[in-house]
């Protein structure tokens, strides 16, 4: 009887401190802020993590969703290249819609690796933006396109 006793006073503990020794996950969802730039133009920080086994560089290409329909854009980034991120890394992105092409190439800033400025046409009003980076899409993020968007 002193033996169911003492179990159940010390397997909780016992599975307290293991619980407690265990490493916590890191987030590893692709995490999107909008952000407010100079530019009158919609822009967002991505943080992009590294879920592969081995070493990865940011992808060239951005893919994207605008009001739920694939985008899928060329080489948009300013900035030298790209580091390698180990597995289980994290970097940072911003990305920037304009009408059209950027005329001036701006540094990413934030802490950011890499700024994209993408090219896209929208007609006024609401849409939706959806990200993928390191092999993960972002939740979906509101933003309004007016003819201030270029």
Not at 97 to 102: D, E, N, P, Y
Not at 114 to 123: A, K, Y
Request: proline share 8%; with cysteine; charged share 20%.
């Amino acid at each position: 009887m002193k033996l169911v006793g003492l179990r159940g006073i010390v397997f909780p503990h016992l599975m307290a401190a293991l619980l407690l020794a265990q490493p916590q996950s890191r987030i590893t969802k692709l995490q999107v802020t909008p952000l407010f730039l100079e530019e009158k133009a919609p822009a967002f920080l991505l943080e992009c993590w590294n879920t592969t086994q081995g070493p990865i560089r940011p992808m060239p290409t951005v893919v994207l969703r605008i009001d739920g329909q694939m985008q899928s854009m060329g080489y948009a980034t300013t900035g030298p290249r790209p580091p390698l991120v180990a597995p289980g890394g994290s970097w940072k992105e911003i990305a920037v819609l304009h009408v059209s092409r950027s005329a001036t190439a701006r540094s990413p800033t934030l802490g950011a690796i890499i700024r994209r400025d993408i090219s896209i046409e929208l007609t006024l009003g609401r849409h939706t933006v959806e990200f993928q980076c390191g092999g993960m899409w972002s939740d979906e993020t509101a933003f309004y396109w007016d003819e201030g968007s270029r």
